[in-house]
């Protein structure tokens, strides 16, 4: 049994029939949200040695969190059975302690945790609502915080709180989505024809390497037509062979990495490029009519990728996204794991770096 499903029964048999009977007129949200590989449904025999069990997430008002959280976590300590479906209902061995903080409440000896749905906004957008945030602001959200807050699964929703802020964050705002495409098109632009260039030279590690680069970036690409946030790199191939368009692309991806000459992995990337550029088309996702030719004279092929970034800008309707240089969002811009994992950091560093008086 995969974790999500096993906290889902601790839910059902064990949290809900208690929470009913201990505080039944309280209001409140039960879910697996988060982080975990089991929240994505990647868990398996590894997965359990950490972070896994009988889970669940229980989400009040603030006003009920103070009131509420301490005596309902210790009650729960006094009913819960020592193992739940043949697990343990104990944490097991895990990096971090157990949640504690103003907005979250956990005990080592199970895993019921209470947490405010406030408290996990601002841990995950870096902000107590999804109210007010900028076409910039998006911008500086990690792609791997948002689908952290939307993957997962709830239980129980009293008045559609916690899925309203969730379905708020479903996905970026089609300007965002443009933005970054234009962007992504533009950091293919930028090495795809440093692939021949160094292999010519001789470098075939050097050509190896920025075909890897480019691979990520045309996986990176599929994540964003397929409107799906990216997980960060250790499920990032696994979440990849699940999209639609992966299997159009993954052949080409894996000629490109097994080539021995760079030839080889040139031409495996263009046709890769094309399998992106004609899914934009044929989505009508900012199309343009793509070209594979060489690169100016010289003998490296690649894909009219300046045709693609201005479509993409072209298809913006926000004026001040529009007029922002084809830079990138915070994922684009760098893949820093302690910029990428606090998302206060994060937003500031877009801000700024799209400030023009900086």
Known sequence: MQGIELSRRFYADVVAPWLARVAPDLPYSAALIGYGSELLGFDDETSR???WGPRVHIYLSEADFKAQASRLLADFASIVPETFL???A???SRPHPAASGPDAMGAMEHGLEFHTVEGRLEAHIGQRSVENLTLLDWLGLPEQSLL??????VFHDDGGRLEARRTALAYFPRDVWL??????WRRIAEEQ???????QAGDDLGSRVIAARLCRDVMGMGFLLSRCYAPYPKWFGSGFARLPIAAALTPHLDEALRAEAWQERGEALAAAYMVLAQWQKAHDIAPFEPVIGLYFERPFVTINTDDAVASAMAAIADPEL???PVVGAI????DLTPLLTDTGKTRGVIHRLFDKRS
Do not use: M
């Open 49 to 51: 040695d950490h972070n």
């Open 86 to 88: 043949g697990e343990p």
């Open 90 to 92: 104990g944490w097991r």
């Open 148 to 153: 952290a807050f939307t993957a997962g699964a």
């Open 179 to 184: 933005y970054k495409i234009a962007c992504q």
């Open 193 to 199: 024809a440093f692939v021949g260039r160094a292999g």
């Open 322 to 324: 529009s007029a922002l």
């Open 331 to 334: 994922d684009q811009v760098s």
